[in-house]
Protein backbone atom coordinates (compact mmCIF):
# COMPACT_ATOMS: atom_id res chain seq x y z
CA UNK A 1 0.00 0.00 0.00
CA UNK A 2 1.90 2.93 -1.02
CA UNK A 3 0.95 6.30 0.91
CA UNK A 4 3.70 9.14 -0.44
CA UNK A 5 1.05 10.79 -2.35
CA UNK A 6 -1.34 11.44 0.66
CA UNK A 7 1.99 12.58 2.97
CA UNK A 8 2.07 15.18 0.01
CA UNK A 9 -1.10 15.89 0.52
CA UNK A 10 -0.92 16.68 3.79
CA UNK A 11 2.00 18.95 3.67
CA UNK A 12 -0.16 20.80 0.78
CA UNK A 13 -2.92 21.37 3.49
CA UNK A 14 -0.55 22.00 6.12
CA UNK A 15 0.78 24.84 4.42
CA UNK A 16 -2.95 26.21 3.32
CA UNK A 17 -3.55 25.77 7.29
CA UNK A 18 -1.21 28.19 8.38
CA UNK A 19 -2.74 30.90 6.27
CA UNK A 20 -6.29 30.16 6.99
CA UNK A 21 -6.46 28.64 9.90
CA UNK A 22 -10.21 30.29 10.62
CA UNK A 23 -11.43 28.76 7.85
CA UNK A 24 -9.92 24.99 9.09
CA UNK A 25 -11.18 25.53 12.48
CA UNK A 26 -15.16 26.30 11.12
CA UNK A 27 -14.56 23.31 8.70
CA UNK A 28 -14.01 20.61 11.99
CA UNK A 29 -16.15 22.84 13.99
CA UNK A 30 -18.98 21.75 11.78
CA UNK A 31 -17.88 18.06 11.96
CA UNK A 32 -17.86 18.15 15.41
CA UNK A 33 -20.52 20.10 16.18
CA UNK A 34 -22.39 17.11 13.86
CA UNK A 35 -21.33 14.34 15.91
CA UNK A 36 -22.44 15.93 19.23
CA UNK A 37 -26.25 16.40 17.90
CA UNK A 38 -25.90 12.75 16.70
CA UNK A 39 -24.12 10.70 19.30
CA UNK A 40 -23.86 13.38 22.20
CA UNK A 41 -21.44 15.21 23.86
CA UNK A 42 -18.98 12.36 25.77
CA UNK A 43 -16.18 11.31 23.39
CA UNK A 44 -15.98 8.10 25.92
CA UNK A 45 -18.99 7.06 24.66
CA UNK A 46 -19.25 8.54 21.30
CA UNK A 47 -16.32 7.50 19.00
CA UNK A 48 -16.42 9.80 15.86
CA UNK A 49 -16.77 12.63 18.11
CA UNK A 50 -13.17 11.61 19.95
CA UNK A 51 -11.42 10.98 16.27
CA UNK A 52 -12.46 14.66 15.74
CA UNK A 53 -11.00 15.86 19.11
CA UNK A 54 -8.16 14.05 17.65
CA UNK A 55 -7.94 15.61 14.17
CA UNK A 56 -8.64 18.91 16.04
CA UNK A 57 -5.70 19.01 18.18
CA UNK A 58 -3.41 17.93 15.18
CA UNK A 59 -4.60 20.89 13.41
CA UNK A 60 -3.73 23.08 16.46
CA UNK A 61 -7.51 23.96 16.94
CA UNK A 62 -7.56 24.93 20.62
CA UNK A 63 -8.89 23.51 23.78
CA UNK A 64 -11.24 26.14 24.93
CA UNK A 65 -12.31 26.18 20.94
CA UNK A 66 -13.08 22.33 20.78
CA UNK A 67 -14.71 22.80 24.21
CA UNK A 68 -17.16 25.98 23.24
CA UNK A 69 -17.91 24.40 19.99
CA UNK A 70 -19.40 20.82 21.73
CA UNK A 71 -21.27 22.57 24.81
CA UNK A 72 -22.94 24.62 22.25
CA UNK A 73 -23.98 21.81 20.10
CA UNK A 74 -25.10 20.31 23.36
CA UNK A 75 -27.39 22.89 23.37
CA UNK A 76 -28.96 22.30 20.39
CA UNK A 77 -27.18 24.96 18.20
CA UNK A 78 -24.29 24.97 15.76
CA UNK A 79 -26.93 25.10 12.75
CA UNK A 80 -28.48 21.93 10.38
CA UNK A 81 -26.26 19.96 8.26
CA UNK A 82 -26.34 17.52 5.54
CA UNK A 83 -23.71 15.44 4.81
CA UNK A 84 -23.29 14.99 0.83
CA UNK A 85 -20.82 12.80 -0.73
CA UNK A 86 -20.18 14.07 -4.60
CA UNK A 87 -17.98 12.24 -6.73
CA UNK A 88 -16.55 12.50 -10.74
CA UNK A 89 -13.09 13.16 -12.01
CA UNK A 90 -10.74 15.60 -12.71
CA UNK A 91 -8.96 16.43 -15.95
CA UNK A 92 -7.04 13.06 -17.35
CA UNK A 93 -8.86 10.68 -15.55
CA UNK A 94 -8.36 11.28 -11.98
CA UNK A 95 -10.54 9.87 -9.49
CA UNK A 96 -11.75 12.64 -6.98
CA UNK A 97 -14.40 12.44 -3.78
CA UNK A 98 -15.92 15.61 -2.44
CA UNK A 99 -17.29 15.28 1.39
CA UNK A 100 -19.63 18.17 2.46
CA UNK A 101 -21.63 19.63 4.96
CA UNK A 102 -23.96 21.94 3.93
CA UNK A 103 -27.35 23.62 4.77
CA UNK A 104 -27.99 24.01 1.30
CA UNK A 105 -27.59 21.55 -1.36
CA UNK A 106 -28.82 23.08 -3.94
CA UNK A 107 -25.97 25.54 -3.40
CA UNK A 108 -23.32 23.17 -2.69
CA UNK A 109 -24.19 20.86 -5.82
CA UNK A 110 -24.22 23.60 -8.20
CA UNK A 111 -20.69 24.91 -6.67
CA UNK A 112 -19.27 21.50 -7.16
CA UNK A 113 -20.69 20.96 -10.30
CA UNK A 114 -18.96 24.21 -11.60
CA UNK A 115 -15.66 23.63 -10.32
CA UNK A 116 -15.51 20.11 -12.07
CA UNK A 117 -16.71 21.98 -15.52
CA UNK A 118 -14.26 24.94 -14.77
CA UNK A 119 -11.38 22.65 -14.62
CA UNK A 120 -11.44 20.06 -17.13
CA UNK A 121 -13.34 17.61 -15.28
CA UNK A 122 -17.01 16.07 -14.55
CA UNK A 123 -18.77 15.05 -12.04
CA UNK A 124 -20.64 11.64 -12.20
CA UNK A 125 -22.91 9.82 -9.99
CA UNK A 126 -22.89 7.95 -6.49
CA UNK A 127 -20.59 5.27 -6.71
CA UNK A 128 -18.94 6.21 -9.66
CA UNK A 129 -15.34 6.71 -8.61
CA UNK A 130 -15.38 5.43 -4.71
CA UNK A 131 -14.63 1.34 -5.67
CA UNK A 132 -11.44 2.75 -6.27
CA UNK A 133 -10.56 3.46 -3.09
CA UNK A 134 -10.66 1.57 0.52
CA UNK A 135 -11.61 3.68 3.71
CA UNK A 136 -8.51 3.56 6.65
CA UNK A 137 -7.41 4.53 9.32
CA UNK A 138 -4.11 6.37 8.54
CA UNK A 139 -1.98 8.05 11.15
CA UNK A 140 0.90 9.72 9.79
CA UNK A 141 4.15 10.05 11.89
CA UNK A 142 7.39 12.17 11.46
CA UNK A 143 9.89 9.85 10.45
CA UNK A 144 12.53 11.61 12.35
CA UNK A 145 14.15 10.30 15.26
CA UNK A 146 11.87 7.29 15.02
CA UNK A 147 13.20 3.54 15.20
CA UNK A 148 10.94 1.76 12.31
CA UNK A 149 11.60 -1.94 13.83
CA UNK A 150 10.40 -0.74 17.52
CA UNK A 151 7.44 1.50 16.24
CA UNK A 152 5.98 -1.24 14.04
CA UNK A 153 6.17 -3.73 17.61
CA UNK A 154 4.64 -0.50 19.00
CA UNK A 155 1.96 -0.21 16.38
CA UNK A 156 0.75 -3.62 16.41
CA UNK A 157 0.38 -3.78 20.23
CA UNK A 158 -1.68 -0.67 20.10
CA UNK A 159 -4.28 -2.52 17.47
CA UNK A 160 -2.68 -1.34 14.12
CA UNK A 161 -3.15 -3.51 11.41
CA UNK A 162 0.17 -2.71 8.89
CA UNK A 163 2.55 0.55 8.79
CA UNK A 164 4.40 1.63 5.67
CA UNK A 165 7.90 3.51 5.74
CA UNK A 166 7.34 6.93 3.11
CA UNK A 167 11.10 8.04 3.64
CA UNK A 168 10.15 11.68 5.70
CA UNK A 169 7.20 9.71 7.36
CA UNK A 170 5.73 6.44 8.67
CA UNK A 171 1.91 5.84 7.53
CA UNK A 172 0.11 3.08 10.05
CA UNK A 173 -2.96 1.93 9.20
CA UNK A 174 -5.95 0.77 11.31
CA UNK A 175 -9.87 0.21 11.09
CA UNK A 176 -11.56 3.23 10.53
CA UNK A 177 -13.15 2.82 13.70
CA UNK A 178 -10.00 2.24 16.10
CA UNK A 179 -7.87 4.99 14.02
CA UNK A 180 -8.68 7.19 17.44
CA UNK A 181 -7.95 4.42 19.70
CA UNK A 182 -4.72 3.89 18.27
CA UNK A 183 -3.55 7.52 17.72
CA UNK A 184 -3.90 7.85 21.56
CA UNK A 185 -2.01 4.81 22.51
CA UNK A 186 0.86 5.81 20.19
CA UNK A 187 0.62 8.95 22.00
CA UNK A 188 1.04 7.61 25.51
CA UNK A 189 3.76 5.77 24.01
CA UNK A 190 5.16 8.98 22.83
CA UNK A 191 4.76 9.36 19.24
CA UNK A 192 3.60 12.28 18.08
CA UNK A 193 1.24 12.07 15.25
CA UNK A 194 0.50 14.82 11.89
CA UNK A 195 -2.79 13.44 11.39
CA UNK A 196 -4.91 10.95 12.55
CA UNK A 197 -8.72 10.03 10.54
CA UNK A 198 -9.96 8.04 8.41
CA UNK A 199 -8.89 8.66 5.11
CA UNK A 200 -9.97 7.35 1.68
CA UNK A 201 -6.84 5.71 0.48
CA UNK A 202 -6.78 4.91 -3.75
CA UNK A 203 -6.00 1.66 -4.79
CA UNK A 204 -4.42 2.34 -7.71
CA UNK A 205 -2.53 5.94 -8.36
CA UNK A 206 -2.79 8.54 -11.62
CA UNK A 207 -0.03 10.22 -13.16
CA UNK A 208 -0.30 13.94 -15.54
CA UNK A 209 2.64 14.25 -17.35
CA UNK A 210 1.33 17.35 -19.22
CA UNK A 211 1.93 20.93 -17.30
CA UNK A 212 -1.88 22.31 -18.12
CA UNK A 213 -3.45 19.16 -16.97
CA UNK A 214 -1.45 19.72 -13.86
CA UNK A 215 -2.56 23.33 -13.36
CA UNK A 216 -5.88 22.59 -13.82
CA UNK A 217 -6.06 19.41 -11.23
CA UNK A 218 -4.93 21.38 -8.65
CA UNK A 219 -6.91 24.47 -9.46
CA UNK A 220 -9.39 22.09 -8.93
CA UNK A 221 -8.62 20.48 -5.68
CA UNK A 222 -7.69 24.63 -4.56
CA UNK A 223 -11.65 25.48 -5.72
CA UNK A 224 -12.83 22.77 -4.09
CA UNK A 225 -10.74 22.97 -0.67
CA UNK A 226 -11.39 26.27 -0.42
CA UNK A 227 -15.46 26.30 -0.62
CA UNK A 228 -17.00 26.40 2.78
CA UNK A 229 -19.14 23.45 2.76
CA UNK A 230 -16.75 20.92 1.58
CA UNK A 231 -14.75 19.15 4.13
CA UNK A 232 -12.70 16.54 2.90
CA UNK A 233 -11.09 16.13 -1.24
CA UNK A 234 -9.79 12.41 -1.80
CA UNK A 235 -8.26 11.64 -5.00
CA UNK A 236 -5.90 9.35 -6.49
CA UNK A 237 -3.74 11.95 -8.27
CA UNK A 238 -0.37 10.78 -7.86
CA UNK A 239 1.36 14.68 -7.29
Not at 91 to 108: C, K, M, Q, S
Not at 126 to 148: L, Q, R
Not at 194 to 222: I, W
Request: hydrophobic share 35%; charged share 30%.
Amino acid sequence: MSGHSKWNNIKHKKEKTDAQKAKVFTKIGKEISVAVKEGGADPTSNSKLRDLIIKAKANNVPNDNIDRIIKKAAGGDGGNYDEIVYEGYGIGGVAVIVETLTDNRNRTSADVRHYFDKFGGNMGTSGCVSFMFDTKGVIVIEAEDVDEDKLFEDIIECGAEDMSNEGEVFEIYTAPAEVGSVAEALEKLGYTYVSAEAEKVPQNYVTLSDDEQVLKMRKLLDALEDNDDVQNVWHNWEE
